[in-house]
């Protein structure tokens, strides 16, 4: 992560990613991460934790949101918005060289066909798309990681 970098997580939940986020950057403090989630309820319970001072909380849908947000060195598409509708303002969102984690993408582990349909959509514009370079991953629910070129 560069020097006053910027992490996107989409889809806060409870916070679990985000505290995988920042327990991975140490004691990093120069680092922004700002966390987007749809549900006003469940992101509630997140910023209830004690985040550092570099933590920010937008409440919304990411795809929407996204345009307003700037560029991200890293970011995390983990909720419907940005990565299953409007995947590709997330793509434009990336600052050169920067990383997309999208992950619950083993098709295995879901049940819906629909759901389906548009993870392989996502999956296939993911390893097809020109600015990127991806790869998979079978790592717990199937991740796809791409940094932008």
Do not use: Y
Not at 115 to 131: F, H, I, K
Request: hydrophobic content about 40%; charged content about 20%; overall charge negative.
């Amino acid at each position: 992560m560069p020097e006053r970098g910027r992490i996107l997580e989409l889809g806060t939940g409870v916070g679990t990613g985000l505290a995988w986020l920042i327990d991975g950057l140490g004691e990093r403090s120069d680092v922004s991460v700002t966390s987007v989630d749809l549900d006003p309820v469940i992101q509630s319970v997140a910023m209830r934790g004690e985040w550092p001072d570099s933590v920010h909380f937008e409440l919304g849908d990411g795809a929407e949101l996204l345009p307003g947000l700037g560029n991200f060195n890293l970011i995390f598409a983990d909720a419907p918005g940005g990565k299953l509708h409007g995947l590709p303002r997330s793509i434009a969102a990336l600052s050169p060289r920067g990383v997309l984690i999208v992950d619950d993408m083993d098709l295995s582990q879901h049940d819906d066909p629909e759901l389906c349909d548009a993870l392989t959509g996502v999956r296939q514009s993911l390893l097809s798309a020109p600015e990127l370079h991806s790869v998979e991953l079978s790592l717990g629910s199937g991740v796809v990681f791409c940094v932008r070129r």
